[in-house]
Nanobody
Framework: QVQLVESGGGLVQPGGSLRLSCESS????????VGWFRQAPGKEREGVSC????????AYADSVKGRFTVSRDIAKNTVYLTMNSLQPEDTGVYYC??????????????????WGQGTQVTVSS
């Protein structure tokens, strides 16, 4: 059974950076598509980025392109979301999710069947 644990959230000033981690215990992420999602108070959960299991192809929401980077470390069984030039509108709870044996990823929550508990990111001066 896949258990995902996010970490790395926190409070950061506008323009700052954070790196979120999504570590899997119990199962490898090698053959899984992994997505990052966020949810701000009172808003729907939205897709941020994802990384495919094949060729590590990536996708990003328009709002984060050029600022966020998703990557995976196979040896550590971990997927990262590096966030630069953070803005107050990036505030929310960030979740990672995986879909086992999926070649390609999508930045919509529907297909994913394993979710972490989330980590809070707050961008404020």
């Amino acid at each position: 059974q896949v258990q995902l644990v996010e970490s790395g959230g926190g409070l950061v000033q506008p323009g700052g950076s954070l790196r979120l981690s999504c570590e899997s215990s119990g199962s490898t992420l090698d053959y899984s598509a992994v997505g990052w999602f966020r949810q701000a108070p009172g808003k729907e959960r939205e897709g941020v980025s994802c990384i495919s299991s094949i060729d590590s192809n990536t996708a990003y929401a328009d709002s984060v392109k050029g600022r966020f980077t998703v990557s995976r470390d196979i040896a550590k069984n971990t997927v990262y979301l590096t966030m630069n030039s953070l803005q107050p509108e990036d505030t929310g709870v960030y979740y990672c999710a995986s879909l086992s044996y999926a070649l390609y990823c999508a930045i919509v929550p529907g297909p994913y069947d394993n979710w972490g508990q989330g980590t809070q990111v707050t961008v404020s001066s």
